[in-house]
């Protein structure tokens, strides 16, 4: 792949309509060859001997049993809302729905 120059940043800037000094695009153009590099060089390091990974560390999960603790019956719930209809808490409405 050919190194990224003045040009092709002023390209890119053209297509995303970003407005660019001359010395912006010519810092641009270095920063943007160095990060091509260093893609570059990931893709060399990583061959198809070497498996895909999404973690760098194995994950196990943590579950606990599922075990039936102490519940509240609906009134106990609902004995220190401020309002309750049939069996629910009743809030204002936030949406001007019917």
Sequence with gaps: MAAIN???VA???RLAHIEMSAEELDRMAGELAVIVESVKSV???AGDD???TSHP???TN???EDVVGHTFTAEQ???GAPDAYEGRFKVP???DED
Excluded: K, N, W, Y
């Design 43 to 45: 893709s060399e390091a």
């Design 62 to 64: 943590v579950f606990r």
């Design 77 to 79: 719930s609902l004995s």
């Design 6 to 8: 003045r040009d092709d």
């Design 93 to 95: 409405a936030i949406l």
């Design 50 to 52: 070497v498996p895909a």
């Design 11 to 13: 390209h890119l800037a």
């Design 57 to 59: 560390i194995p994950l």
